[in-house]
């Protein structure tokens, strides 16, 4: 399979080069050149396959032309090592909870799967100290750096804003040592996904470093995330609600939600899509008014989600051919202040029992507010709510119980390398490490 650059200005790429890559040269995102339909026979059973089964499939789907069979079954089956139930929440609202792996948080799912992508790519060309550089608002930076730990030929830069991930985000990935290093950020999230995207651009530094994100721009991190869609469905098939699915994505990058519009590209049968954004609300007001403003993010409980310029919206608008229209027919959005967001966890938690976190908690209101009696709402719970402990346990006024993965990571002492948010003091740090 080819991947070509939403920018159109840049040669054509082989699976190993936009992995490599991660960003083309033309600044553009990589796209797979054809998303190739699944068969109705698949459809058909699919409520009979594991996760891992259905995962293959459409793992197939996207790199069977690039991959050996075997090995890109053993790194769909390596990367899934862990459940996403589907779990009823309240009336026809389900949750898709993707916290059941290493760091609790959807990303282990392209973390693990880049991870083992690379790592067979690297060993099959001999290459050795590939640089892979990530910025994080909190989650990303724990998935991809447990899933790089220890892998040979790789080192990992992670760059986090200073001060706005919470204690137990930050303990997941400054405590890994290895090949594993913490770079704290005077600055936002933006400015560290800027000074990515700038050491990506530099000319000088990647004539001596080999440089490769894994931020979901990255389509090794970014296609897998459709693996848990076609299993949400498998799942309320199951149970036979799986009539008029809406799917509901707490966004930030918008790399999850555009893996969910792929994965209907691939026929599996979604009615419509919700982006739940909190008060980072650039998509929604795209929908409104058909201009596209990037914004210096604001920050706010939902920290995951503190964007200001989606990344992924790149892709969306090459999937629907820059078309607003088009856009608008298959994905609505909302967006929440804190206070409505703290109000949803309290609400549903007292009502139901259900703990929601503070990003699921935008996804669930969202169904909330605008399901139609016939339609089945699955949100999708991005990570598991102790990873926000002292928000959540101040929302109900209650502790909430650690879970072991997670007390194991407190456990460890935060190391981590303090830089300003100036390029030239990224790029000096980054060629002195050589
Ligand atoms: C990363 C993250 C998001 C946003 O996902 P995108 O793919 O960037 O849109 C939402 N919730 C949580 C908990 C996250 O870690």
Redesign the pocket.
């Known amino acids: 399979m080819k991947y070509y650059s939403t920018n159109k200005q840049a040669p054509m790429a082989s699976l190993e080069e936009a992995v490599v890559k991660g960003l083309a040269a033309d600044k553009g995102l990589f796209m797979p050149e054809t998303i190739k339909a699944l068969p109705p026979s698949f459809y058909d059973e699919i409520e009979h396959l594991s996760f891992q089964e259905i995962a293959y499939r459409v793992a197939d789907a996207f790199f069977g032309e690039d991959v050996p069979a075997e090995t890109l079954k053993q790194i769909v089956y390596d990367t899934l090592s862990f459940d996403v139930p589907l779990v009823h929440v309240n009336d026809n609202i389900y949750s898709l909870e993707l916290f059941h792996g290493p760091t609790l948080?959807?990303?282990d799912v392209g973390g693990r799967f880049m991870a083992r992508l690379l790592g067979y790519f690297i060993r099959k060309e001999g290459k050795k100290d590939v640089n892979v550089l990530v910025a994080t608002?909190?989650?990303?930076g724990s998935a991809v750096a447990n899933g790089f730990l220890g892998v040979e030929g790789i080192h990992v830069y992670v760059l986090y804003p200073k001060g706005k991930v919470s204690e137990i985000q930050e303990k997941q990935f400054t405590t890994l040592g290895q090949n594993i290093t913490a770079l704290e950020v005077e600055g936002t999230f933006d400015d560290c996904q800027a000074l990515v995207k700038a050491a990506f651009m530099d000319k000088e530094l990647n004539e001596h470093l080999l440089l490769t994100s894994a931020n979901?721009i990255n389509v090794a991190r970014?296609l897998p995330?459709a693996f848990y869609y076609f299993y949400a469905y498998a799942q309320l098939k199951k149970i036979k609600k799986a009539d008029e699915v809406v799917i509901c994505?707490?966004?930030?990058?918008?790399?999850?939600?555009?893996?969910g519009l792929f994965a209907k590209r691939m026929g599996l049968p979604i009615k419509r899509f919700i982006?739940a954004n909190n008060r980072n609300d650039i998509f929604y007001q795209y929908l409104q008014t058909g201009e596209y403003t990037p914004r210096p993010s604001v920050s706010t409980i939902?920290n995951?989600?503190d964007?200001g310029d989606?990344s992924?919206f790149a892709r969306v608008l090459d999937l629907y051919q820059n078309s607003h229209k088009a856009i608008k027919a298959e994905i609505s959005s909302t967006t929440y202040t804190d206070e409505q967001i703290s109000d949803t966890v309290n609400e549903v938690y007292k009502n139901t029992g259900y703990l929601l976190?503070p990003?699921?908690a935008c996804g669930y209101r969202a169904l909330q507010e605008s399901l139609h009696k016939d339609e089945h709402g699955v949100f999708?719970e991005?990570?598991h709510p102790a990873?926000f402990l002292e928000t959540v346990e101040s929302i109900i006024d209650e502790k909430v119980a650690i879970p072991q993965k997670l007390q194991e990571f407190m456990k460890g002492e935060k190391q981590s390398i303090e830089i300003s948010k100036s390029f030239d003091d990224f790029k000096n740090y980054l060629l002195n490490c050589k």
Do not use: C, E, R, Y
């Open positions: 948080a959807f990303k608002s909190g989650d990303t979901s970014f995330q994505v707490p966004s930030g990058n918008f790399g999850n939600i555009t893996a982006a939902a995951a989600m964007v989606p992924n976190d990003h699921g999708l991005t990570a990873k």
